[in-house]
T-cell receptor
Framework: AQSVTQLGSHVSVSEGALVLLRCNYS??????LFWYVQYPNQGLQLLLK??????LVKGINGFEAEFKKSETSFHLTKPSAHMSDAAEYFC??????????????FGKGTMLLVSP | EPEVTQTPSHQVTQMGQEVILRCVPI?????FYWYRQILGQKVEFLVS????????KSEIFDDQFSVERPDGSNFTLKIRSTKLEDSAMYFC????????????FGPGTRLTVL
């Protein structure tokens, strides 16, 4: 069984400050990991993903995440927050179900608040 | 850029009524999914669909739920007799494959059961 834990339901930063959103996962197979962002009244948009290979992955809007197998973590960072980054962020792990097909398991989400 | 679309954006229904939520996945995608998000809770997997049949389903996806791809473009989720606890945001997603790769999500349908 797979699971995702996101520490902190809300994270507040000032514009220009470092953004760090934490994600820990468990998976019975080598994980595929994703960060999605949800702006108000919109669907889930992929920020970045890790499948295999380089453990530091870069995504859209200046975000990046590092896969650390030893820590079972996939934290999301951005060096300098913009007001437009205010949204809800979801970490997800893709595992293989009983039939061999994929299921996505999400964390509870972290609301990022950016103040001027 | 192609995107997943969902209709309606908001559906209000009475308890016990049937609802059908509609999705148009991205046209060259092969795998289709439904997820739901109850207010304040995490996004939960409901069902995946490939090659015109269900490939995986969660414990949530009981006999009250069904999915269908009635033509080459639509993908529907039917709830036969809605309960209050079915109130949630329902997201459709699709991907081209392999199945473990990123899924593209629609904007969701907010279902309110009164």
């Amino acid at each position: 069984a797979q699971s995702v834990t996101q520490l902190g339901s809300h994270v507040s930063v000032s514009e220009g400050a470092l953004v760090l959103l934490r994600c820990n996962y468990s998976s019975s197979v080598p994980p595929y990991l994703f960060w999605y962002v949800q702006y108000p009244n919109q669907g889930l948009q992929l920020l970045l993903k890790y499948t295999t290979g380089a453990t530091l992955v870069k995504g859209i809007n200046g975000f990046e995440a590092e896969f650390k197998k030893s820590e079972t973590s996939f934290h999301l960072t951005k060096p300098s927050a913009h007001m437009s980054d205010a949204a809800e962020y979801f970490c997800a792990v893709s595992d293989t179900g009983n039939s061999g097909y994929s299921t996505l398991t999400f964390g509870k989400g972290t609301m990022l608040l950016v103040s001027p | 850029e192609p995107e997943v679309t969902q209709t309606p954006s908001h559906q209000v229904t009475q308890m016990g009524q049937e609802v059908i939520l509609r999705c148009v996945p991205i046209s060259n995608h092969l795998y289709f999914y439904w997820y739901r998000q109850i207010l304040g809770q995490k996004v939960e997997f409901l069902v995946s669909f490939y090659n015109n049949e269900i490939s995986e389903k969660s414990e949530i996806f009981d006999d009250q739920f069904s999915v269908e791809r009635p033509d080459g473009s639509n993908f529907t989720l039917k709830i036969r007799s809605t309960k209050l606890e079915d109130s949630a945001m329902y997201f459709c997603a699709s991907n081209r494959g392999p199945p473990r790769d990123e899924q593209f999500f629609g904007p969701g349908t907010r279902l309110t059961v009164l």
